[in-house]
């Protein structure tokens, strides 16, 4: 059974940080790509940062140079580090872990982030 379970999300004042981490359990989590993915209210889920297996990195632009995404794969662990928080950053945040040689993709249960003063 496959489970990706998020910590982490929130209440943080704009321009602080947050810390989101994702444990995956079932999955062979070395040849997966990781990513964290966000939806605000009304809105569509969107892609923020993804790691591949090899460790590239790519970040959507409203988030480069704020937010760093890291993996363990000792672990199998990924994490999100978000500095310089803004209030539109607020969304549930969402862990995925995709392998496309097998078509597998899954998702975590997803953790709140609210950025408001």
């Known amino acids: 059974q496959v489970q990706l379970v998020e910590s982490g999300g929130g209440l943080v004042q704009p321009g602080g940080s947050l810390r989101l981490s994702c444990a995956a359990s079932?999955?062979?989590?070395?040849?997966?790509?990781m990513g964290w993915y966000r939806q605000a209210p009304g809105k569509q889920r969107e892609l923020v940062a993804i790691i591949t297996s090899g460790g590239n990195t790519n970040y959507a632009d409203s988030v480069k140079g704020r937010f760093t995404i890291s993996r363990d794969n000792a672990k199998n662990t990924v994490a999100l580090q978000m500095n310089s928080l803004k209030p539109e950053d607020t969304a549930d945040y969402y862990c995925?872990?995709?392998?496309?040689?097998?078509?597998?993709?899954?998702w975590g249960q997803g953790t709140q982030v609210t950025v408001s003063s």
């Open positions: 995925n872990a995709e392998r496309t040689s097998i078509s597998a993709r899954f």
């Open positions: 079932g999955i062979l989590f070395r040849l997966y790509s």
